[in-house]
């Protein structure tokens, strides 16, 4: 230190002899003891500039391998990152291979100055309040009971680095629309603009001079919310980075450990309040928390419309002969009548939904297996009335929960009635059309505890039940019942009874 010292006043003294004392160059030299050519750097540099190397250090032994080491990193860019060649096992290459007599360092040093000039150096951006960035993650979850992955939608606001994330089995077109609907309704309004990667559900094609085809359900989202959408450049996450960093957050602090639900919508709840939670955090170097940044966000956002958008897929379909329809790989069943129409499917994250002219005719939960059939029993108890003897071998009606009251109704009808009763007893399945379950089994069991064993007497209990009045039912229609023989009180009678109590 106190040499560097000594060789600044010297530098000083030296320039202050020459410029403000008007001394010659040669004196200088003279004075201080110094050559005149270090009077001269003196004089031409204001502070001492160091040792300045004119020309690169001959590297005799590397230099003629130098083109391998180039090679060896130009390889490196398509291998995978964990087997891409370190410094230490260049310079084992080179040794081994090209009969390199030189040290390691040097190597070393090669290699680093070589990346770092391959490496990509990036503009820093601003964020003004009510802009977003949007992507997709993945992770491991136990839903149910079952360990699966997960795919997770992050939306962030980069001027506070607010977020929200929620969760799907599937990264889809549903729940991708799905996501943005939940994210809006979150914050309570609609971003000014939001960026995005060039993912396939919303790009249909990267046209040659760079613009973007939209995907038909995108377009739709747009032009419902009004904002602008942006896209980051092919294989550039940089350029959305806020939210590539959200993404890495959510899965190291909000799905770390394995998070456990009993199903998406607990899983989803947890999410939401951590999301709301880390607003009273702090990012980055940012002073103020999350929070209090978000106020310029939400003051900035759009208000949403008056209605959401219903985050769906539609497509257009038609029925099989078997009353299917095709959606995602899987069959719905609608109800037989609909055999052969073209109808729209709506696939909902949770649910697929099956409209004919533009009424709702089917609903079902969501499956994301494959080649599964999701039957409702009752679209075929219609033409299985028609067609009882397929009662038994009708696939929609394997595994049907009823309560066990069913099972006994179907048996005594059978036996009084041979294969009327089991046409009988589809006719009591059908009342499932028009009321709950819970009503109908207990109007069978009531039936049963009467002794009315039939359709007819079945169907009033129903609708007295439904009514919220006694069932009226003529007992003379089933001649099952045990007939009563009312006659006038005779004296004998009572002997009989008294003979009884003396015994």
């Avoid at 951590?274 to 980055?284: E, K, M, P, Y």
């Avoid at 109800?335 to 697929?352: I, S, Y």
């Avoid at 219609?382 to 929960?401: C, N, S």
Wanted: proline share 6%.
């Amino acid at each position: 230190m106190r040499r560097e010292m000594f060789v600044v006043e010297t530098y000083a003294a030296v320039r202050r002899f020459v410029f403000m004392e008007g001394h010659s160059r040669r004196e200088a030299a003279r004075v201080f003891g110094l050559s005149r050519d270090t009077v001269a750097k003196m004089c031409r540099y204001s502070a001492p500039p160091g040792y300045v190397r004119t020309k690169p250090a001959d590297k005799p032994k590397l230099g003629p391998l130098t083109p391998v080491i180039e090679a060896i990193l130009e390889a490196d860019r398509a291998a995978p990152p964990k087997q891409q060649h370190t410094a230490k096992r260049i310079f084992e290459r080179l040794r081994d291979e090209h009969g390199y007599g030189g040290g390691y360092t040097v190597v070393k040093d090669h290699v680093r100055r070589q990346r770092a000039r391959g490496r990509e150096t990036f503009v820093p951006l601003a964020h003004p309040p009510g802009h977003a960035q949007v992507d997709f993650g993945e992770a491991v979850a136990v839903i149910g009971g079952v360990r699966q992955k997960v795919h997770f939608f992050c939306l962030d606001l980069p001027q506070s680095d607010a977020c929200f994330v929620k969760a799907y089995p599937r990264e889809t077109t549903e729940a991708f629309l799905d996501g943005h609907v939940s994210s809006f309704a979150f914050f309570g309004g609609v971003p000014l603009s939001i960026l995005y990667d060039n993912l396939k559900i919303a790009v249909a094609r990267i046209c040659g001079d760079g613009k973007r085809e939209r995907t038909r359900a995108f377009t739709g989202l747009v032009s419902h919310y009004l904002f602008q959408d942006r896209f980051g450049r092919p294989g550039k996450g940089n350029d959305k980075g806020k939210v590539e960093g959200l993404v890495k957050f959510a899965r190291s602090n909000f799905l770390t450990p394995v998070p456990i639900a009993a199903s998406y919508e607990a899983l989803n709840a947890m999410l939401a309040e951590r999301c709301r939670l880390r607003q009273s955090d702090r990012a980055g170097r940012h002073a103020e928390t999350i929070g209090t940044r978000l106020a310029a966000d939400l003051a900035a956002l759009q208000h949403l419309p008056g209605v959401a958008l219903e985050p769906c897929e539609t497509i257009s379909a038609r029925v099989s002969s078997t009353a299917l329809v095709r959606y995602r790989g899987n069959g719905y069943s609608v109800p037989t009548a609909h055999g052969f129409q073209t109808v729209l499917v709506k696939g909902f994250v949770d649910a697929v939904v099956i409209l004919c002219d533009g009424a709702p005719i089917a609903r079902h939960a969501r499956s994301y297996g494959h080649g599964e059939f999701v039957y409702d029993p009752l679209h075929y108890l219609a033409l299985l009335e028609t067609k009882p003897g397929a009662l038994d071998q009708a696939a929609a009606l394997q595994g049907w929960a009823l309560p066990p009251a069913f099972q006994h109704l179907r048996q005594l009808l059978e036996a009084r009635m041979g294969n009327r009763g089991k046409r009988e007893f589809i006719q009591v399945l059908r009342l499932l059309e028009i009321a709950a379950k819970e009503v109908v089994a207990a109007a069978v069991a009531e039936a049963i505890h009467l002794g009315a064993i039939g359709f007819d007497a079945v169907r009033q209990i129903v609708l007295a039940r439904i009514e919220r009045r006694p069932a009226r039912l003529d007992l003379t229609a089933y001649p099952y019942l045990p007939g009563t023989d009312v006659r006038m009180t005779r004296a004998a009678d009572y002997a009989a009874l008294l003979q009884e109590q003396a015994a």
